[in-house]
């Protein structure tokens, strides 16, 4: 298939990828959507609702019967997106009871550790920082002389533009290797049936980054995380094998 093929003319967004769901999700997406995680080939990868899920689990396959009830329909990338991401609020409110508890607690830990890693290298107050998505590292520096490294792995990013979270494992721009532990978060967010932790990008603000961020540390068991701030938005990332220059 040609790219031209893979576009449609979307009402809301212009000229975009073309994305199917079934036709429940379509007009409900505030439910759980049944897909495959993003790849770079597949970043809007078929999606379904749990009746149809359901209706394939007893089939074992999709064919004509349980097929028919699918009725897939056409969306935009964006218009995916969007959908997809607002299944994140309704579902966690389902399961408030046990992840505002799982939240408070990461917050303190990730707070513990953050008071700790300022007292031993004084993270905030060295003259400039630069990380390197290459060597997985950050190194904080002063006068163009290296003080503290650490090794780094992305948690995600806020967009301050579309307001909304990104999971580093979604996010094709990023060098596969900067996020190799994350999947692990996704992983527990499967079993305790946290959508935050599993759907790839979703409203929210700088405070869900530092919520997603503190819950990743205390999954990886990481040292300790930092932000830094971009044009569009924040990179938040969790940081390991904290060690003077020199
Ligand atoms: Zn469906
Ligand atoms: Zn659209």
């Given at each position: 298939m040609s790219d031209s093929e893979n576009k449609i003319e979307c009402p809301t967004h212009g000229e975009a990828n073309r994305a199917f769901v079934c036709n429940h999700l379509a007009g409900d997406p505030r439910q759980r959507w049944y897909c495959n995680y993003p790849t770079k080939d597949d970043p809007w990868p078929d999606a379904w609702c749990g009746a149809?899920?359901?209706?394939?689990?007893?089939?074992?396959?999709?064919?004509?019967?349980?097929?028919?009830?699918?009725?897939?329909?056409?969306?935009?990338?964006?218009?995916?997106?969007?959908?997809?991401?607002?299944?994140?609020?309704?579902?966690?409110?389902?399961?408030?009871?046990?992840?505002?508890?799982?939240?408070?607690?990461?917050?303190?830990e990730l707070q513990a550790k953050l008071d700790h890693l300022k007292e031993q290298y004084e993270l905030s107050e060295h003259e400039r920082w630069d990380w390197s998505q290459e060597t997985g590292e950050i190194v904080f520096s002063n006068a163009g002389v290296p003080a503290v490294i650490?090794?780094?792995?992305?948690?995600?990013?806020?967009?301050?533009?579309?307001?909304?979270?990104?999971?580093?494992?979604?996010?094709?721009?990023?060098?596969?290797?900067?996020?190799?532990?994350?999947?692990?978060?996704?992983?527990?967010?499967?079993?305790?049936?946290?959508?935050a932790l599993t759907v790839p990008r979703w409203p929210a603000d700088e405070v869900d980054g530092w919520e997603m961020t503190a819950i990743a540390a205390k999954v990886l068991n990481a040292q300790g995380a930092y932000r830094t701030p971009g044009e569009t938005g924040f990179t938040y990332m969790l940081l390991d094998d904290v060690r003077r220059a020199q």
């Open positions: 149809c899920e359901q209706a394939f689990q007893e089939q074992g396959e999709w064919n004509e019967q349980n097929s028919q009830n699918l009725n897939l329909k056409i969306l935009c990338h964006n218009c995916y997106d969007n959908k997809k991401g607002s299944s994140v609020a309704p579902l966690m409110e389902a399961r408030s009871a046990s992840w505002l508890p799982l939240v408070s607690n990461a917050n303190s650490a090794r780094i792995q992305f948690v995600g990013s806020i967009s301050t533009v579309s307001n909304t979270w990104l999971w580093s494992w979604s996010n094709s721009n990023l060098n596969p290797n900067i996020s190799l532990d994350l999947p692990a978060v996704r992983t527990f967010g499967e079993t305790e049936d946290f959508a």
